[in-house]
């Protein structure tokens, strides 16, 4: 089946200019993750959705940064007045909802500010 | 709050050898963990977890890891290596009751021929 896709695979903007990056979770999936990549942080939490609503978004590095999930599936990463430390992966990953389940990743999108 | 320690950010093995990824948490009350792997320019793949139940537990690709409360570890292992296995591995941990995955710096695995 049909596993979580994001687009684009890459993008390369300058500084100052905005970016969406988007998610397609699999399909029945009523939790939605998103994660940053980067060689000096590892691997960082973000944002998560259930259904619609992001009941934790503590991991949002600063205003800059915002995300919207709508009718339960795509969601948006939208990043403002990009500056060069936002250049890594940004992967999302989607679960049934549960603390048990499994997420499953994306490709990523990644990410270069000039 | 969490946190995940892996020994080793790179780790050599010939191909046969034995593979051993160590991941050691901290936490209050045993999470949910979960080792993944991730291929060059690929996203993360779930290689096994643990939940509750038996704490020796097995993977795919003929991996598996086991629990140890007392030592707050979740070491990953493989009998032999195969040089498809050649990847960077990350040791991750979940509270039981929340939702975000805390991850580990990762372990580069190279395998020799």
């Known amino acids: 089946g049909a596993g979580v896709s994001q687009s684009p695979s890459n993008k390369v903007t300058e500084k100052g200019k905005d970016v969406e990056l988007r998610c397609d979770p699999i399909?029945?999936?009523?939790?939605l993750y998103w994660y940053r990549q980067s060689l000096g942080q590892g691997l960082e939490f973000l944002i998560y959705?259930?259904?619609?609503?992001?009941?934790?978004k503590s991991g949002l590095p600063s205003d800059r940064f915002s995300a919207e999930r709508t009718g339960g599936s795509v969601s948006t990463l939208t990043i403002q007045r990009t500056q060069q430390e936002d250049s890594a992966v940004y992967l999302c990953?989607?679960?049934?909802?549960?603390?048990?389940?499994?997420?499953?990743f994306g490709p990523g999108t990644r990410l270069t500010v000039l | 709050a969490q946190s995940v320690t892996q020994l080793g950010s790179h780790v050599s093995v010939s191909e046969g050898a034995l593979v051993l990824l160590r991941c050691n948490y901290s936490s209050s009350v045993p999470p949910y963990l979960f080792w993944y792997v991730q291929y060059p320019n690929q996203g993360l793949q779930l290689l096994l977890k643990y939940t509750t139940g038996a704490t020796l537990v097995k993977g795919i690709n003929g991996f598996e890891a086991e629990f140890k409360k007392s030592e707050t570890s979740f070491h990953l292992t493989k009998p032999s290596a195969h040089m498809s296995d050649a990847a960077e591995y990350f040791c991750a941990v979940r509270e039981t009751s929340g939702s975000r995955l805390t991850f580990g710096e990762g372990t580069q695995l190279t395998v020799n021929p």
């Open positions: 399909s029945g999936h009523t939790a």
């Open positions: 959705f259930q259904g619609n609503s992001a009941p934790d």
């Open positions: 990953a989607s679960s049934l909802g549960v603390p048990t389940d499994t997420q499953y």
